[in-house]
T-cell receptor
């Protein structure tokens, strides 16, 4: 089955700086890569996703890049703000029928 | 107001008891999912259902059971056979059961603690 590794587990950046979270996956047949943001005590919310037919997708301050050859994808947040503080999860949809496989999460801390 | 609701928010159970977690959605979604989240861990799939009256085991189905008698409801029972049930349980749904590329919408979660 699919295996997703996510790094770092904790990331602290100054407000206004950029943050990058990286994930690798194992199943070369994976074709859908969503990113979720989870605030304390709440369920995850989709913030951006990318499909295997594109290499980059951007939505305001958030962007995701995908390198299918290397089997890794990254989340980029620019001009970070205090409300960006949360746990972020990457996920990959493998070639089997088992649904999404999630990374272990990154706790992003925005320092004022 | 559309969305996914889970109840209760907090649940306490004595060891050896079965307990059922509720998940309801009014989004008219075909597919529903149950995940377990442990501290410092990602979400792990317990069960999923792509259509009414059908469901499949996920990665960690042992000690759990589900039913999907109605499109809008997907209750999860944590049985006494589950050795380490204390966790945060998340329910999700997506529009099309046969299209796993659909966005999954998550409920607010239920925190289960076994005493």
């Amino acid at each position: 089955g699919e295996n997703v590794e996510q790094h770092p587990s904790t990331l602290s950046v100054q407000e206004g700086d950029s943050a990058v979270i990286k994930c690798t996956y194992s199943d070369s047949a994976s074709n859908y890569f969503p990113w979720y943001k989870q605030e304390l005590g709440k369920g995850p919310q989709l913030i951006i996703d990318i499909r295997s037919n594109v290499g980059e997708k951007k939505d305001q301050r958030i962007a995701v890049t995908l390198n299918k050859t290397a089997k890794h994808f990254s989340l980029h947040i620019t001009e970070t703000q205090p409300e960006d503080s949360a746990v972020y999860f990457c996920a990959a949809l493998g070639g089997g029928a088992d649904g999404l496989t999630f990374g272990k999460g990154t706790h992003l801390i925005i320092q004022p | 107001d559309g969305g996914i609701t889970q109840s209760p928010k907090y649940l306490f159970r004595k060891e050896g008891q079965n307990v059922t977690l509720s998940c309801e959605q009014n989004l008219n979604h075909d597919a529903m999912y149950w995940y377990r989240q442990d501290p410092g861990q990602g979400l792990r799939l317990i069960y999923y259902s792509q259509i009414v009256n059908d469901f499949q085991k996920g990665d960690i189905a042992e000690g759990y059971s589900v039913s999907r008698e109605k499109k809008e409801s997907f209750p999860l029972t944590v049985t006494s056979a589950q050795k380490n049930p204390t966790a945060f349980y998340l329910c999700a749904s997506s529009r099309e059961g046969d299209n796993l590329l659909d966005e999954q919408f998550f409920g607010p979660g239920t925190r289960l603690t076994v005493l």
